[in-house]
Every structure is written in C-alpha cells, then in structure tokens.
C-alpha cells in the first residue's frame, strides 16, 4: 500500500508536471513514438493486407508472417537492433513495427475477405474497375474489422513503447527505468500507472471509432441477420483482437 | 442482336461449363436460358458482359466482339441483375440505384433525380428510396435490383435468376411486373432461370441446356412444346405430362381443358 502512495505522491508532485523530462513531456514523446510506429507499420501492413484479402492470393504466407513475426520477443529484437544500429529511436522503432505488423496484417486481411462474395461480384458486374471496387466496396464493409486491428496494435505499441526507454530518451519507459536504476519504487510504479492510463483513453477512443465506422446499412443488416441468422459463414482466421484486447 | 459463335468455355480444372454454342439473341425480346444447375447457363449470360471470357469462339453484341471492348466500359452500358440483388449494403436505396450513372460521370443531383423516377418504373414507393437494403423485403430488393439494371438505360438487360430467392407469390408478382416493363420499354432481355414454367411465361425464346454446356433446343414457347426436340427436351418441359399434357372433354355442351390428372384447367373460348 506504501507503494501506491508513493506512486500517487509522486505523480501529484508538481515538480513532476514541469521542466524537461516532466510526465507531460514524457507523455508527447511516448505519443510520439507511437504514431510514429503505427504509421509505418500501417503503411507496410495494410496495403498488404488489403492486397491479400481483396486478391485471395497470398493468404498463407501473411498468414505464416504474422505468426512469425508474432512469436518473436520485442525486447530480445530490441537488444539486437540496439547492438547493431546503436542507441537511439530507429532500434525501438523497428522493434515496434515489427510487433505491429501481425495485427495490423491480420485485421485489413480479414476485413477484407468478411466482405459478401456476392456484393463485389455485382459491383464488378456493374463496371467498377478493380480499385472502385476496394475503396467503395471492401474499405467501407470492412472498415469495422480493420479498425479492430488498429486497435489491437495501437494497444500493443502503447504499452510496449516503454521499453524505447531501455535504448533511447523517449517516453513514459525513462520513468520505468530511472525508478527501477535509483530505486525510486514510486516514481516506477506511477509511470507504469501513467501508461496503463495512456492505452485505457486511447484504447477508448479506438472502441468510438470502431463502432462510428460501421456503416449504417450494414448496422441494419445485422439486426435483419440476427432475425434471420447468417447468410454466409464468415471465415476469419487470425482474429484481430486475440491479444492486448478482449472484447 | 447478340450473336454466339462456337462459344466454348473450359475452367483451368478441365470442367467445360460451354461446349461450342451457336445462338443469336434477337433484339428488343426476351431469351431465357433454361436449365438444370451445372448446364452453363449462367456462365453463358455473364459472357456478354465479360464477367467470364469464353475459352474458345465469339461473342458479339451488334456485331462487335466483345473481347475487343474494355469490360469495364462494357459493363456500364448492359444491365445486370443477379439473385439476392446484390444490392451494396451500406448504400441507401437511391444511391445504389444511382451507382452506375455516378460512377459514368453523371452529376449527382440528375442521378438521383432519375432513380426516383426509376423507383416509380419498378412500382416502388419513393418514400423508400432513404432506406438501406436490409430494411426491404426481399422483393423490394429485387425490384431496386431491376431499378439499378435499368438506371443507364442500356439495350441489353442480363438478369440471373433474379426471382429465384423470393416467394412464390412475390414471384408470380415481378414476373408480371417484367412482363409490363418490358411491354413499355422493349429491351433485349437474356434471362437465367432453372424454372420452366417461368421460362415459357417470360421468353419470346427459350433456349434449353443440358448439361456440360450443350444446346438442346432453342425456339419459342409453344414450338417448344409442339415439337421438343428430343426426349431430353420433351421430358423437361413435362409435354407428354401433369399440367401440360392437356385434353378436351365436352361437359354440358361447353369444350372443357383438363391436364392429365383431369383438372379443370379452362374452357375453350370457341
């Protein structure tokens, strides 16, 4: 129980809130690195991922890539990228794309294969060319499904993000690590109460989003299905929301 | 006038869904192709847009081979309709009406002026044009389905058993709604259907498959009927049986029909 009050002394500090290295400061920067993270890793997995599941063709390797890439351990990538390209952010950027990538893979796939065979079928037969037919058609149903995946990889980059601070000036981490070096037990725990707090409000603003993006045609469709049960098994393997986030 | 020359299409796993088709398509009437699943039927239909490239011959719309037309840009001339609507989901009513004259570049105010009136061609009531597809029975999704075949008006209306997911009393209904429409507008219909009561009720010319993509016969209704031209053919229309095998018996002095099971089936008018 000391723990927790040294904690929320520490975090009511004021000398805390300003100057450089303050808990907002450290916040930006955690934000930061986090954007930066899921930008990259977005422009990397999601193009593929629509590729994968607009074409049906590659399914299995992404889906051998993302389990891949999903067993290997952050921290341990982390040393390695550190050793080799030296202290600094690129080392925890690249850990972090590469800890993005599966989910992220995961949900523009699925997201995109969850769309009715038949819908893209008509929209073709109607003549939308290839790309009309993934941004008027797939994106818009799918949307719910990939956004499920950003989630689930922003929560994931979020909490992980600490340990930029094993390798680089930047984020909530640095107070993870100076309490943990100086022994300051509260200042360690109030970071790690700072981060949880961090992913709980973006996470929250992600479960907005996911439920704004659903397109208020399909919203009605699913009370029309829940009458009339499914007309198509949905296949999705890979289920975007496995880690970080239970629904 | 479509026109079939030696159309053959062969799948990558050796299955030939069309063996060497010859048909022509007269203009202006309706041609339904009828079958049983697994003849090619709808594999043919969907050759005239381009949806599925023959292996083997030509296809020709007034003359022109279709595999020298961008099939996008052939797509959005030919109306097609297919079972289950294939309304888009997340588009109110009026928009997937719309899609098409939007997508060739229409201005968005004539496009959904023209799909209101399009609702009033298919006997909906406008009041539905806000409303997302799921929230329409499932005739009404096929009639939005006709709607939005009809909505560039094109020459050529390709519908896939458009009526084969609906009730049969819905059913009975849109087949006499196409009847009237086509009445009015006179386009050059190819329709799909395994159901040969439905093909003799719509198509100024039937065209029978069998299976493995072959023609049994292709001629109107009641030439069909007189003359089948084989036992395949004879026994799919059921001419020799139930409601089609047809007699007369003289009650009271009036010439009365009945099938072959002696139901009433009408009077004769002379």
Redesign the interface.
């Known amino acids: 129980m000391n723990l927790f009050l040294d904690a929320f002394a520490w975090l009511a500090d004021p000398a805390n809130w300003t100057g450089p290295g303050s808990i907002p400061q450290r916040i930006a920067e955690h934000l930061w690195v986090s954007a930066l993270v899921l930008v990259i890793a977005s422009a990397i997995a999601l193009p593929l991922g629509a590729l994968v599941g607009h074409t049906g063709r590659g399914r299995e390797p992404a889906v051998m890539v993302s389990g891949g890439l999903r067993a290997l351990p952050t921290l341990g990538v982390l040393t390695l990228f550190g050793i080799w390209i030296g202290i600094g952010l690129a080392a925890p950027v690249i850990a972090l794309v590469i800890l993005a990538i599966p989910p992220l893979l995961a949900g523009a796939y699925a997201g995109f294969e969850s769309v009715d065979r038949r819908t893209i079928d008509a929209a073709r037969a109607m003549g939308m060319r290839e790309l009309q037919v993934v941004g008027k058609v797939e994106l818009p149903l799918g949307m719910p499904i990939v956004v499920g995946g950003i989630r689930s990889a922003t929560l994931q980059i979020i909490a992980t993000a600490t340990l930029a601070a094993y390798i680089a000036d930047e984020g909530l981490g640095r107070f993870i690590f100076a309490g943990l070096k100086t022994r300051d037990y509260g200042e360690m725990l109030g970071g790690s109460i700072l981060v949880i707090l961090l992913a709980l409000v973006i996470d929250g603003c992600f479960a907005l989003t996911q439920r704004v993006v659903v397109p208020a045609g399909v919203r009605a469709t699913r009370t029309a299905e829940l009458r009339s049960g499914p007309t198509r098994s949905r296949t999705i393997v890979g289920r975007p929301n496995t880690e970080g986030n239970q629904e | 006038m479509i026109e079939f020359r030696g159309v053959t299409k062969q799948f990558p796993d050796g299955t030939i869904a069309v063996h060497d088709v010859d048909i022509v398509i007269p203009p202006r009437k309706t041609t339904v192709l009828v079958g049983s699943s697994g003849s090619g039927k709808t594999t043919l239909l969907?050759m005239i847009?381009r949806?599925v490239d023959p292996t083997g011959g030509q296809v020709l719309i007034d003359g022109t081979d279709v595999a020298t037309v961008d099939p996008?840009?052939?797509?959005?001339?030919i109306g097609?309709v297919?079972q289950?609507s294939?309304?888009?989901?997340?588009?109110?009513v009026i928009d997937n009406v719309a899609?098409?004259p939007l997508?060739r570049g229409e201005s968005r105010r004539a496009a959904h002026a023209h799909a209101l009136e399009l609702l009033d061609t298919v006997g909906l009531d406008r009041s539905l044009a806000d409303r997302?597809?799921?929230?329409l029975s499932g005739g009404q999704q096929q009639r939005v389905g006709v709607a939005?075949g009809l909505a560039v008006d094109p020459n050529i209306l390709l519908m896939d058993e458009p009526f084969g997911a609906v009730d049969p009393i819905v059913r009975a209904e849109l087949q006499q709604e196409l009847l009237r429409l086509q009445g009015e507008l006179g386009k050059t219909v190819v329709f799909v259907t395994h159901d040969i009561d439905e093909a003799f009720l719509l198509g100024d010319q039937v065209v029978i498959m069998q299976q493995g993509g072959l023609i049994s016969q292709a001629a109107s209704p009641a030439e069909i009927l007189a003359h089948p031209a084989d036992s395949f053919v004879a026994d799919f229309v059921g001419a020799d049986r139930g409601k089609r095998a047809l007699h007369v018996t003289e009650v009271d002095g009036r010439r009365v029909v009945v099938d072959a099971d002696g139901r009433a089936a009408g009077v004769l008018a002379s």
């Open positions: 969907r847009n949806m996008v840009k052939l797509r959005r001339g097609y297919m289950n294939g309304l888009l989901p997340h588009r109110k899609t098409v997508l997302y597809p799921a929230q939005r």
